[in-house]
């Protein structure tokens, strides 16, 4: 079936390192894709997006990386700090519909 | 100015109960939904409304109503509650239907007793 789903449940980086956050989807269709992060207690933040017509897209400390060839993307977190330890979660809308989620990936960063 | 909120933060109530949780957003966006998260932290979508019309009904137990009474507002009413049902429910907005980038309210964290 369709799915959205993360190569690794935890990632633990030290304080100053980059961070690499994996992602995997099963819909060739699927055109657009968003990353959220969600702190404790909150409810999931957009980070950034990316459309299936762009393989890389930055924004502030992060980049976005596509590669339809292998339906996978990766978050890519620059100069981790203390206040990106949270659960980021790839997402994708199936048919142009709501989200569909991955199980997310906690980062965990050292200092 | 909190974009999407949602009331209570909290609820604590025994089995069989029913109760609701509402959702305002401020955002101007047209489309509303409600998410469910279990304790291993996956979100599911349960209901899409676009501009007070139903979009998104997917396999959720018909003890769960939504209700949009304008589009700034969907509200989740649970009948009969169920342990199974303990979770954190979120709501979110966004601008169009097609589930684009959406903005989630803080949650609400359900315990059934």
């Known amino acids: 079936g369709e799915s959205v789903g993360l190569h690794l449940p935890t990632l633990s980086v030290q304080e100053g390192d980059n961070s690499i956050i994996n992602c995997a989807y099963s819909n060739s269709a699927s055109d657009y894709f968003i990353w959220y992060k969600q702190e404790s207690g909150k409810g999931p933040q957009f980070i950034i997006d990316i459309r299936s017509n762009m393989d890389k897209r930055q924004g502030q400390r992060v980049t976005v990386l596509l590669n339809k060839t292998v339906k996978h993307l990766s978050l890519q977190i620059a100069a981790t700090q203390p206040g990106d330890s949270a659960v980021y979660f790839c997402?994708?809308?199936?048919?142009?519909?709501?989200?569909?989620f991955g199980s997310g990936t906690r980062l965990q960063v050292q200092p | 100015d909190t974009a999407v909120s949602q009331t209570p933060k909290y609820l604590v109530t025994q089995m069989g109960n029913d109760k609701s949780i509402k959702c305002e957003q401020n955002?101007?966006?047209?489309?509303m939904y409600w998410y469910k998260q279990d304790s291993k932290k996956f979100l599911k979508i349960m209901f899409s409304?676009?501009?007070?019309?139903?979009?998104i009904n997917e396999t959720v137990p018909n003890r769960f109503s939504p209700k949009s009474p304008d589009k700034a507002h969907l509200n989740l009413h649970i009948n009969s509650l169920e342990l199974g049902d303990s979770a954190v429910y979120f709501c979110a907005s966004s601008q169009g239907i097609s589930g684009d980038t959406q903005y989630f309210g803080p949650g609400t964290r359900l315990t059934v007793l």
């Open positions: 955002l101007g966006h047209d489309t």
């Open positions: 997402a994708s809308p199936p048919g142009r519909r709501a989200l569909t």
């Open positions: 409304y676009n501009n007070k019309e139903l979009i």
